[in-house]
């Protein structure tokens, strides 16, 4: 049975604005134990864990709670638990909309199991990301990296202080969300090689990307298999602006058509082709990676290998909770297949 408190006149919860704590920061239970006229501990469970108190002193203490517009503090709730019931996720570059997807996807999973996303980024850089990974653990119950561009060691030091699962990148001994590329970039060769294109070039990421080293071994064996000459192109960064600047190199190579790391260079690299009176694809084909949003905003619309964005962030966030609820912890996980998406900026070559 429910204890109750014998106050001498209890303050009802309409009184609760006017009430010990006018003036003064966020309520607490002890405030709300007083206006319900209860005691602290029968609080504590019934905003806890509901169903251990009666219907009506579970519905007094809530009206109490509401006239005192009491918030649970996760941070306080922690200091006997340890748990903040918060996930941290790093991606590379938050104006990148390669990530867009990635963060929807682990957001709206983390919220089905009632945990916040606590969102940073690294901005391309390993140790602008290490020290923010450093920060977010002492506040997060564990920690998702996308694209990470710190070394292997550094991961696996983070993963033995709390929960880190990776996206985008194979680390041994910690638990990875990774796509299969092969199956897209095989389709986007076969079709560049059903229109005639003798020679593709490859524009790469970040010299830091696990990803775009593995775009590139598929990029080669896909040519391989079909009987094409691949060749690799640096890029400056991995945007618009360093799609732009790769177009020199992309004309210099000889290569009639591109694969690009990432959507973004692809756009940089048509509008900059454009720009110089380089017909695409009538003279050079363009395919990019990852489907982002406003891939088929351009002229023509970007043919470009679809990877599963949404259902890696998601993936890495069922995982991460699957760990922190006492799960196994798989040390690498393959998701979904890309694929070839067709449109405009790739097809045959014109013959003159």
């Known amino acids: 049975m429910t204890e109750l408190a014998k106050p001498d006149s209890a303050p009802t919860p309409r009184d609760a604005k006017n009430g010990a704590r006018e003036g003064r920061g966020n309520a607490t239970i002890y405030d709300i134990a007083k206006v319900a006229g209860v005691n602290p501990s029968t609080v504590s469970r019934a905003l806890s864990k509901p169903g251990r108190v009666s219907p009506k002193t579970q519905k007094l203490i809530e009206d109490a709670a509401a006239g005192l517009n009491y918030h649970v503090n996760p941070f306080a ?49 390993a140790v602008t990301e ?159 990676f990852d489907d982002i949003f406003g891939a088929n905003f351009t002229t023509p619309p970007l043919t470009t290998v679809r990877a599963p964005l949404r259902q890696s962030g998601s993936d890495a966030a069922k995982l991460l909770l699957q760990i922190l609820h006492g799960g196994t912890e798989d040390s690498f996980v393959v998701q979904a297949e890309s694929e070839l998406v067709i449109r405009g900026s790739s097809g045959p070559l014109f013959t003159r």
């Open 130 to 288: 290490l020290m923010t990974a450093r920060r977010l653990m002492a506040t997060v119950d564990g920690l998702i990296l996308a694209s990470p561009r710190m070394d292997d060691d550094n991961i696996r030091a983070l993963a033995r202080d709390k929960p880190v699962v990776v996206i985008n990148r194979e680390v041994e001994g910690v638990p990875c969300v990774v796509p299969d590329v092969n199956k897209g970039i095989g389709e986007a060769v076969r079709s560049l090689a059903a229109h005639g294109h003798q020679k593709i070039a490859f524009v790469a990421g970040p010299p830091q990307s696990w990803m775009s080293g593995r775009r590139w071994e598929g990029v080669q064996a896909a040519c391989d298999w079909s009987r094409l000459e691949a060749v690799r192109l640096e890029s400056t960064k991995p945007t618009i602006e360093g799609g732009r600047q790769a177009a020199r190199a992309v004309r210099a190579s000889g290569a009639t058509a591109v694969l690009t790391y990432n959507d973004l260079l692809a756009i940089g690299l048509m509008q900059e082709l454009q720009a110089a009176g380089i017909e695409v694809p009538g003279q050079i084909s363009i395919v990019g």
């Open 77 to 125: 709730r922690a200091l006997p638990t340890g748990r903040t019931s918060t996930l941290g996720l790093i991606v590379a570059d938050i104006t990148n909309p390669t990530f867009f997807d990635i963060i929807r996807g682990t957001e709206s999973t983390a919220a089905v199991r009632d945990y916040t996303l606590v969102l940073a980024e690294s901005a391309e850089s």
